[in-house]
């Protein structure tokens, strides 16, 4: 039988919009990053995909290498569309990236007009596109000029390979100057994509002054940590986690016994305000409302409803927000 929506799923998922745009994207946007790879379970990925589409997160984020391997997700996305959400594809906002390593050679990573549009070929091929709806430049590349990295986007919106163009992981000074271009190609910036989380403040050190003044959308990957954002390493570090498995991603090192600390009392005050550290962590993110969408990445369905199951409490007090930053500095 062919699936079909849950027709209450607008209702459960509030909306922001996205920059000065006519884009507005859900509170949770659903990341490929990890979990949707060939190394991973079919029938897994695919109900969290669906789950999270009845559950009003209509927003998919993907990038080229995002696996494992490189290309998988993509791929299996791509199944996903054709066997369950074609019928729903003007309603998906579906983002892919490049710029990092994906294939042998110079013309395999980074910003030049030849890798980014050869990459999305390849990225509509994978997923069976026409278009995606957002094309980032995944990283700034140092050696390339903007105007070549920026003009490659703007080509892929005048060719219709993509409806909007997004920046990730662009310090404040380039995301202003490639803003500017944009600006002037015709083709507006609709959103940069960041490292954001309790841990990891950096954006707050000019960017998102940048974006705000700029109207440009903004939205969070890492709101988790990688997971140290969680209770799954208070105790411990266990057998099945990222950081045991020392994927790059995560390593024992980065779990100090400050770190750790942290999350243990963070965690006592996630748990007064009624919900776990990972759902305190993700609304921590959205306290300011001009970070439009949170990208989460969970690895089963528990994980994805206990993400949604945190949009039941947004709201912060003055006291438990003095509370966090005492926490953080100490």
């Known amino acids: 039988m062919s699936y079909i929506a849950n027709s209450d799923r607008y209702s459960k998922m509030d909306l922001r919009r996205c920059g000065n745009s006519g884009v507005r994207l859900p509170l949770l946007s ?3 990053w990890h979990n949707f790879g060939g190394v991973d379970d079919v029938q897994e990925y695919r109900k969290m995909a669906i789950h999270a589409f009845d559950s009003g997160i ?26 369950d959400l074609k019928g729903y594809r003007d309603e998906l906002i579906i983002s892919t990236k490049a710029g990092f390593d994906m294939w042998e050679g110079p013309y395999g990573e980074w910003g030049s007009r030849k890798y980014l549009l050869a990459s999305l070929d390849q990225s509509l091929k994978r997923m069976g ?52 271009i944009l600006n002037k190609l015709g083709t507006p910036c609709l959103i940069h994509q960041q490292k954001y989380n309790m841990l990891h403040r950096e954006p707050e050190e000019g960017l998102y002054d940048v974006l705000e003044s700029k109207k440009v959308g903004s939205i969070v990957y890492s709101a988790l940590a990688q997971g140290i954002l969680t209770s799954k390493y208070i105790g411990g570090i266990p057998q099945d986690s990222r950081a045991s498995r020392e994927s790059g991603f995560l390593t024992k090192d980065e779990l100090t016994d400050d770190v750790i600390s942290k999350a243990q009392k963070l965690n006592w005050l996630a748990q007064d305000r009624g919900q776990s550290l990972a759902q305190t962590a993700l609304v921590w993110c959205l306290r300011d409302p001009n970070i439009t969408s949170v990208i989460i990445g969970p690895r089963n369905m528990k994980q994805l409803e206990d993400n949604i199951r945190s949009l039941g409490n947004l709201d912060f007090s003055d006291q438990e927000l003095e509370e966090i930053e005492r926490i953080l500095n100490t």
């Open 58 to 83: 209509f927003h998919f984020d993907l990038a080229n290498n995002y696996g494992p391997p490189p290309g998988s997700a993509e791929e299996n996305f791509g199944s996903i569309l054709k066997d």
């Open 129 to 180: 596109l026409d278009y995606v709806d957002i094309f980032y430049s995944h990283r700034y590349d140092p050696d390339t000029p903007l105007e070549e990295t920026m003009g490659a986007l703007a080509s892929a919106v005048n060719h219709g390979k993509a409806l909007y163009v997004g920046i990730s992981n662009y310090p404040p000074e380039e995301t202003t100057q490639a803003i500017n």
């Open 30 to 32: 659903l990341g490929l």
